[in-house]
């Protein structure tokens, strides 16, 4: 679609330097306005897949970090994750990396099949927590808030 737009801005365009007939002009500037909003429409239906998307993860992991919270869940995988997460935070280490935390909990063989599905948005996944830029870890920007009072609850810190 949008390689059609810019073929009628182009004949558009050379209409106006050949001195077409304004009708004519008109006439493809409107198909040009008509294929824009087809466009705009596209992307809107996109974003709105996209917004949908990202709040039903945001909801499943407010549910999922409420279960981890408790003192029973403390020993599941993805507790034990976020912890060492929080944990290298709170002891002052600015970037941490996914080797910090792995090393953090012992080198486990579970750690990276858990530890991925902590950063991406799946039906089956733990619930996305972490964004990873290929080398440092952080938080989830959406779920940031969530996180806190998680760390609040677990670490018994205001």
């Known amino acids: 679609m949008l390689d059609?737009?810019?073929?009628?801005?182009?004949?558009a365009a050379f209409m106006l330097v050949d001195d077409s007939d304004r009708k004519e002009?008109?006439?493809?500037?409107?198909?040009?306005?008509?294929l824009v909003d087809k466009i705009k429409s596209n992307t809107n239906q996109q974003e709105t897949f996209v917004e949908r998307e990202s709040s039903a993860e945001i909801a499943k992991v407010v549910r999922r970090l409420?279960?981890?919270s408790k003192p029973e869940r403390q020993?599941?995988?993805n507790s034990q994750i976020l912890n060492a997460y929080i944990e290298l935070k709170r002891s002052g280490l600015e970037k941490i990396t996914e080797e910090d935390i792995h090393s953090h909990i012992g080198n486990n063989s579970w750690f990276a099949s858990n530890f991925i599905q902590m950063k991406v948005a799946a039906?089956?996944?733990?619930?996305?927590?972490?964004?990873?830029?290929?080398?440092y870890v952080t938080i989830w920007e959406?779920?940031?808030?969530a996180v806190h009072e998680y760390e609040r609850v677990v670490f018994q810190s205001e």
């Open 142 to 145: 959406p779920v940031k808030s």
């Open 66 to 68: 409420k279960m981890w």
């Open 75 to 77: 020993s599941q995988y």
């Open 123 to 135: 039906d089956r996944n733990h619930g996305k927590i972490f964004d990873s830029d290929g080398r």
């Open 4 to 11: 059609e737009l810019r073929s009628e801005l182009e004949e």
């Open 25 to 34: 002009i008109h006439s493809k500037l409107v198909k040009c306005l008509i």
